[in-house]
């Protein structure tokens, strides 16, 4: 995979296995579509999710997080030549960490330097008790509200547990990013320990929660 992408920037974070639709509306995003599409291929970019931005003119300006993922567009919904927003389908590859930016063109385009998933120091005995919590999370959110979360088969691989976890869970930008930014599988794993532990206190405290809008495994994909 090439270690220069355009830059595609989300308002959410993307993980390695995930398949998700997203709306391209700004100027910049539907120029990254548009020459993908033109110049045939594979359509990969590297999704970056934004901090906060704002608008002026035409052009958007964002503060980025340096961490993303490597992305396959597999649908374009409209033309990116239409007026209206484009929604594509992306499928997350492969973690990257931004090394120098170029934005002399008409959007981002990033050098990255890739990374990779090490398993860290205990990955198994992590993703054991990872997925007991997690399960207790998914009935406790069904218990709460509707549709709530419904466990299929769960993968083996610790690595990409830890990322359908990361992406089913409902959470924050930052907190997301956080997962995604783990220096390792077993520090990912412990991560969403704790995050489902405050979860599931929140829940005990808080019974009445609103419902979340949760991730259904049918859109998770394994890398």
Not at 44 to 71: H, I, N, Q, W
């Amino acid at each position: 995979m090439d270690s220069r992408l355009p830059l595609l920037t989300v308002d959410t974070v993307v993980f390695p296995g995930l398949v998700l639709s997203i709306p391209v509306t700004d100027v910049q995003g539907r120029a990254v579509v548009r020459d993908l599409v033109e110049n045939g291929g594979e359509l990969v970019c590297g999704a970056l999710a934004v901090r906060d931005g704002y608008e002026l003119g035409e052009r958007v300006f964002r503060s980025l997080y340096g961490t993303g993922c490597a992305a396959t567009i597999s649908e374009v919904a409209l033309d990116p030549d239409d007026d209206g927003p484009v929604e594509v389908t992306l499928t997350g590859n492969r973690r990257f960490r931004v090394a120098e930016l170029d934005g002399s063109g008409d959007y981002l385009v990033a050098d990255v330097e890739w990374l990779e998933d090490d398993l860290g120091d205990d990955p198994l005995g992590t993703a054991t008790i990872a997925l007991a919590r997690f399960r207790k999370y998914a009935e406790a959110i069904s218990e709460i509200s509707l549709p709530g979360l419904h466990l299929g088969e769960l993968p083996d691989d610790p690595g990409t547990l830890s990322y359908l976890m990361s992406a089913a869970m409902k959470l924050m930008t930052p907190e997301r990013q956080k997962l995604l930014e783990a220096a390792d599988v077993t520090t990912r794993l412990a991560q969403v320990i704790g995050l489902i532990d405050s979860e599931l206190a929140a829940i005990t405290a808080l019974p009445s929660l609103p419902a979340a809008d949760l991730i259904s495994w049918s859109s998770l994909s394994p890398n």
